[in-house]
């Protein structure tokens, strides 16, 4: 099934396993975008949280690409005009912030999730399991906050202070700490 830019998740190959999702490739690759944009969403609560995370997102792509000799490449150059428009944008987000992602963040999570499938073209494994642990604690805080809301009856995407930065503000910890 052809898809735009060629980026659908066609199979997963790792540590002796291999995992082919043939039909399934689109409605997981959709899942896959819509995952890590909730994820970079519901991340931003605190002043330059989501946008500090988006940029070591792209520091580490883009060495990873440098390391590959992919100097031109699709992945690099979005890679560089994110991690350059995120850097901006942080200049003015640390706390006390001037401005704020909103919707920003929906934009971020999508082209986090592009770069991160087109990665996973390359040739290496590491293309598609480095950028997903960097977003490792966004997944989680998704995935607690999820669970967590289901097992007390409320709307799985209801707002709620119980996030893991909310925790540590809770803990004495200040936003330019955390």
Request: hydrophobic share 50%; with cysteine; net charge neutral.
């Amino acid at each position: 099934i052809p898809i735009y830019g060629g980026i659908a998740l066609r199979e997963i190959s790792a540590f002796g396993l291999y995992i082919n999702f043939g039909l399934l490739s689109i409605p997981v690759t959709i899942l896959f975008i819509v995952s890590i944009i909730n994820c970079m969403n519901l991340i931003d609560g605190l002043d330059g949280l989501s946008g500090g995370i988006c940029s070591i997102f792209y520091i580490t792509t883009a060495i990873i690409g440098f390391c590959q000799g992919r100097f031109g490449s699709l992945v690099m150059i979005l890679t560089l005009i994110m991690l350059g428009s995120t850097l901006g944008f942080l200049l003015h987000n640390f706390h006390p912030a001037k401005i704020f992602a909103g919707d920003g963040t929906t934009f971020e999570g999508f082209i986090i999730a592009v770069i991160t499938l087109l990665e996973f073209k390359g040739p290496a494994l590491i293309s598609f399991f480095v950028p997903v642990l960097i977003l490792g604690i966004p997944i989680l805080d998704t995935l607690f906050a999820i669970i967590r809301r289901l097992l007390k009856g409320q709307p799985p995407f209801q707002a709620d202070k119980q996030h893991l930065h909310h925790q540590l503000l809770g803990m004495n910890f200040s936003q330019t700490v955390t």
